[in-house]
């Protein structure tokens, strides 16, 4: 049956893509190509004029923005134009709303949201607009928000058509909003708007995001709780903090929809509307909203995709309110200073920040603009355990008075349970008010930060590393755990990571255009539906590519060493098979993960790994040694972690010599050996094998070896 319905989507696709001037529609391109479609739908009128104080006009529009499955959508567009407009550049506000027989149910004149915009506007002399019925409902016998979206995503699953996900025309709304609002102002106003920040909460927040991602017009975006992007991994994230999905997302779970996020048929439909999958068209700068008791979302789930967004991005958390943000002001003040900061162009108060781990405490530091912090808030709640969706913020005010361009805090590990904790910096805006800018949540336990729950496995494992002479024997899963998916792809780690698996080997490649990539061989003929030289294409070409697993085309992708380093991240470490002499790239994307402690780098060429220890001495190397006098020269140049060692002196007398100099001993029970585990026949030469001292095994049978040793006590 799975089959079925991926043989019927990828035919859906092709055929589809047959009547677009032969262009292929794929899971990449569909929103594009949706958007693109054209639909003779489109107009706006007038609608009526309003008279709000200071001489601020609301100018409400009729907008029909397209026919989605013969439905025609139709919208309130409002739009503010202040007495003092002097901004080429606006602002457009997504939010919901209802239908009666197809017309938009227009609202009160006095509407509190069209208020709180309208001094947006007067502010900084700018156009807001108010786009409602994003999306248009009820549809579907009455079906409305995420019961109406989680409806289309199961339809898309069914049926394989691209058009079926609501976000689409959603985005589509928002597009055709700034068609409107440019030709409006064009007609009515002496300053047409022609650049757009984009803003929306919870579902609207979600359009933001894709509307970002898809027009060139848009220059900022400030998308407001929705925590969910990279959302196979936040997804999987509720289960191993709450034991349970939120109850706030019923709706997609009563249609199977995050429990197939993994599947084939559920990375097709995340890759067209999951943020996450365009964030490398998401380089305009962002502040991102959320409340720290959202019940949707668990409290620090942004970890799993902030550092992997490129561009500005600022946070702003709006402490003990919900997914509602409260009364609003808090979050409607930040985006007013958003606002102000982008259309003076000036630039942002950085974003930046440190983490380390130090004993029994966590250090933070911050980068500040010290000459106009005005402010410091810390806040901190605690709980017994690790919901803290109803659990009380405090905060602490820090005054800062030097000119130092770092803040430095400590927060001691709890003796139980959990403590979280944000820093708040306080800045002036343009516009003469005060607003709060964030670091991301941090969540710690007894034992530390938890990156995630597998943080104490990660955690063990690095102490591992450092103790040779243990009897504990780690267990490597070579190119991840891919009897069912392809190998070098997120799903093996995942499955590796899901297992217990201590370490991940994976083969690191470049790209033409510098961005590290997941490769083992030399071509892309045996592992992707492509061919060629690996490193002779742009990672955008490869990116269009799809895996095989066992010959066989999947819908997998080939992932960056970016997205590996960031599933990785706080539960497993990373063997990094250096299959490239472009070092520079693989360094940089390390080091901006932050990852350099969960990652090994294995190479035979030493002046490889030489020039791996010049750039960072703390990073742990593998070189990897064919005789005891090259495994001596190995560790008189590195020092290093551990040491690879050919199979041909697999000898209790190499293996402690090595460990006697402080270095792991890492050996593979690749080929025969793995065919017995694999069999779990005679295990006799598997027992020889163990009794030669390794103290890291690499697999391709790491569930059964692991069952092995614990048999044997080694775990």
Known sequence: MKQRLLT?????????GLSFAQTAVTPQNALQQYLKKEDDTYRWIIHDTLNLGNETKVYRLLLTSQTWRNIVWTHQLSVIVPK??????ALLFISGGSLDKGQPRWTDKQDALTVNLSSLAEKNGACVALLKQTPNQPLFNGLTEDALISYTFHQFQKEGDYTWPLLFPMVKSAVKAMDAVT????KHTMVPADRFVVSGLSKRGWTTWLTGASDQRVIAIAPMV????NMPVSLDYQIETWKEYS????????????????????????????????????KIPKMIFMGTNDPYWVVDNIKHYY???PGTNLLHYVPNVGHNLGDGQDAFNALNAFFALTLRDEGYPPAEWQINTEGKKVNLALKILPDKLQGVKVWEASSKDADLRNNVWLFSQKNYVGNEAQLHYSFDFPSAGYKAFFVELLYPDPTGSTYGQSSRIFVMDSLGLVESH???????????????????????????????????????IEAAIKQGVDIVEIDVKVSSDGIPFLMHDQTIDRTTNGKGDAEGFTFQALSRLQLKHRGKQTSYHIPTLEEALQLAKGKIVLDLDLKTDKLDPILHTVAKVKAQREVIFFDSDYKQLAKVTAADSSLKLMPRSHDLKEADKALALFEPSIVHLDESFYTNTVTAHIKNKGANVWMNTLGDLDKMIAQQADLSELDKFLAKGANIIQTDEPEKLLRYLNGKGKR
């Open 84 to 89: 003092n407009l002097k901004q080429s550049a």
């Open 183 to 186: 030709e409006f102002t064009e």
């Open 226 to 229: 929705i925590d969910v992007l």
């Open 454 to 492: 597998q943080h104490g496995h990660l955690e063990a494992t690095l102490k591992a590393l450092a103790e040779p002479h243990r009897n504990k024997i780690l267990v490597a899963a070579h190119r991840g755990v891919h009897h069912e998916v392809p190998e070098n792809s997120l799903a093996a």
């Open 8 to 16: 019927g989507i990828f035919h859906v696709f092709f055929y589809i």
């Open 307 to 309: 550092d992997s967004i």
């Open 247 to 282: 109850v706030e997302i019923q709706d997609y779970v009563n249609l199977g929809i995050p429990q197939q996020a993994k599947s084939e048929a559920g990375a097709t439909l995340l890759q067209m509307v999951d943020p996450y999958s365009y964030r490398q068209a998401l």
